[in-house]
């Protein structure tokens, strides 16, 4: 053991130690809230009603915490801030109708894959220009190499999908297939563009659950307003409620496991670092989809984990740590 290690307190490491478990927790959730959406889905019959309806519990949990903890006093800065640091919940109804849409084409790994790419290649943008108010960052080696890793690993995965497809999965054309991995890939760019932006609104209100309650509301009130355009225009049916009776227990977790990610990850950045956090619900969120596609978890088609789906796995997750930790 290092003399730096012996310096430490035990209580100090198991601390430290369950933080960084915490971390890898929260990205599991992430991965579970994807997949137990498309039962929601299933029960309402439109992804636009089933995001606004997991968007809306997240919402009213996070409102529940914020009361308990008394942060809803912030509110009362709205008026300092300035109107587009209010607009960082737009990105979550993109990436859980997203999620809906791709879990049953792509599979859990790959759709989580194109989500993580887009991730890390939005991260990277708003890190070496100082987008958003971020320090800018030089450009590196090490950012460079998990960058083509990152690119190597979700290319490997793609190529391998239609191996590792089920019997019935959707079918696709060219077009169609480019189209629905575009999305995969805008889907995944807009989470660290939500971040930065949430960062901008803690600045000002310095509470970072009231920010949750702000984020989750711009959003269910987003998605709520694009369900009935679309139903106006006919274009997605109603939803239903009455399935929503026989639906299994575990189908409410996604609103739990978004409120979960996002207090967490608020929590844990400022005691064990930004570039930690990421790192470790990055991974978590990509082994976890890797074992929900192996074992066909949540009712999702059963997808095999093959050499080369495994291969592309390991290069995702060394390339996004190579990117955030180097």
Known sequence: MSTYLLAIPPREIQMHTALLAAALLVGCLLAV????????????????GASTIQLGVATG???VLAVAAGALG??????????????GGLASPLYIT????????LGALAAVGLFVTGQMFASLALDLFGLL??????????????????????????RGMK?????????????????WLALGVLAGA?????????AQLRAQLKEPLTVAVISFAVATFTIAVVLLVLYATRRTPKPKIAPLKKMPWWGWLGGACAAAYVTGTFLLMPTIGAAVTIALTVTGQQLTSALIDHKGLFKLPQRSLTKPRALGLVLLIAGSLTIQLV
Not at 33 to 48: C, D, E, F, H
Not at 163 to 179: D, V
Not at 190 to 198: H, K
């Open 163 to 179: 191996a590792a497809a089920p019997p019935g999965a959707p079918r696709m054309s060219g077009a169609g297939r480019a189209g």
């Open 61 to 63: 949990l996070l409102t």
């Open 33 to 48: 809230q994807a997949s137990v959406n498309l039962q929601l889905n299933s029960a309402v019959g439109t992804p636009y």
């Open 133 to 158: 108010g971020l320090e800018r960052q030089d450009l590196n080696a090490g950012i460079v190499i998990g960058a083509l890793t990152v690119l190597a690993g979700i290319v490997v995965i793609i």
């Open 74 to 87: 912030a509110l009362g800065k709205l008026p300092d801030v300035e109107a587009w640091q209010l607009l």
């Open 98 to 105: 997203s999620g809906i849409l791709l879990f049953p084409r």
């Open 190 to 198: 807009v989470l660290p563009v939500q971040g930065a932006v949430n």
